[in-house]
């Protein structure tokens, strides 16, 4: 295999400027740096980024651990992130700590001692720990989706956050469903203590008080952002003496599980009852009816969580900021309203 002795040779430099080129230590000058690289190129050689990190400190990887990988939302977002690392010269370590507080401290940890650049992690609902220890050992780090509350990260320093809005978009689907005429419109809320969870209940109630409609708490029910959890909470639901006409269920996971309590009570949709759901998929417009969803950027989320990411290591001392990104309102019939086929397919929400 070539060395950087063959590439200064062939480029008539010396091997300290081949090694400022690639490891972007100095500035070279522009022919001299194309030089190298026409150098690089002929001799077929590969950077050998394990050599390259001892002389940068850097290894130009970033970890990535989001729980749930096998859902559609993560496998987006996780597209999204390849995408801008790879574009960015940076490789992917990834992890899934299955929202689970204690797995989730050992993955960080096990990223950490890997000597990933920085961390993008979707955390768990109880985040202490992992706080904790990226805040010891000053790992840069963005977390994404789930957003975590500053008062859980006590003295620990402040983190970038990366995330969809959750609130606006819930209610935009309560108002909807209540210009429709519901009355009594039932949420199935997702993993208790995830900002996520928190911010569509937020929006629901929002929702409804924007409708002028009541809040009633047997119709917030908890389904776990699980199918068979959604299943149990909605069949719950249909037991009510006074059971809702409309349904809103906030994540993906529990859109599989609520139509099966539907479907076991012998409920149709949207005759019986209403349905609309946070969280858009490839198939819920095979469903029938076809479903009306809120789209999360899911991919933009992922490349903007790594854009943010390198701009930290760029700038460690800049103040840690907090972005959020705006859904979509997909318009379909599960809400009762008629086919529109001359509607576009994703009007962003207002
Ligand atoms: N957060 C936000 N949206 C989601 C999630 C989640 O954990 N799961 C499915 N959609």
Redesign the pocket.
């Known amino acids: 295999m070539a060395t950087m002795a063959d590439v200064a040779r062939s480029a008539d430099v010396s091997v300290a400027t081949v090694s400022h080129v690639l490891n972007g230590t100095r500035p070279v000058l522009p022919h001299t740096r194309q030089a190298v690289l026409d150098a690089v190129e002929e001799l077929g050689c590969t950077p050998n980024t394990l050599a390259r990190s001892l002389v940068t400190s850097r290894t130009r990887s970033i970890g990535l651990a989001v729980s749930?990988i096998s859902?559609p939302?993560?496998t987006e977002i996780l597209r999204g992130v390849e995408a801008a690392a790879l574009e960015h010269g940076y490789s992917l370590l990834i992890a899934d700590p299955h929202d689970d507080p204690v797995h989730e401290r050992k993955v960080a940890q096990l990223l950490h001692e890997r000597r990933v650049d920085g961390m993008i992690v979707?955390p768990s609902a109880r985040p202490r720990e992992l706080l904790a220890h990226l805040g010891r050992h000053r790992v840069p780090a963005v977390f994404l989706?789930?957003l975590v509350d500053a008062s859980e990260a006590g003295d620990a320093p402040r983190f970038d956050q990366v995330g969809a809005q959750s609130a606006e978009p819930t209610a935009h689907l309560v108002t909807h469903l209540a210009a429709l005429g519901h009355r009594r419109i039932a949420l199935v809320a997702?993993l208790p203590g995830?900002s996520?969870t928190t911010e569509r209940i937020t929006g629901y109630r929002h929702g409804l008080a924007a409708a002028g409609l009541p809040y009633d708490e047997r119709i917030l029910v908890h389904g776990g952002?699980s199918p068979a959890g959604a299943e149990r909470a909605t069949a719950g639901l249909l037991t009510l003496g006074s059971r809702p006409t409309a349904l809103v269920t906030a994540?993906?996971?529990m859109t599989i599980g609520a139509p099966r309590a539907l479907r076991t009570h012998g409920l149709s949709v949207p005759g019986d009852i209403a349905l609309c759901c946070f969280?858009d998929f490839a198939w819920a417009d095979l469903f029938s009816p076809r479903l009306t969803a809120v789209a999360?950027p899911s991919r933009d989320i992922g490349a903007r969580a790594v854009r943010v990411l390198l701009d930290r290591l760029a700038h460690p001392d800049r103040p840690a900021r907090t972005e959020r990104l705006p859904c979509a309102f997909v318009h379909r019939n599960s809400c009762g309203c008629p086919e529109e086929p001359r509607r576009p397919a994703r009007p962003d929400l207002p």
């Open positions: 749930a859902n939302y993560f979707a989706d789930r997702g995830l996520t952002s994540d993906n996971a969280d999360q």
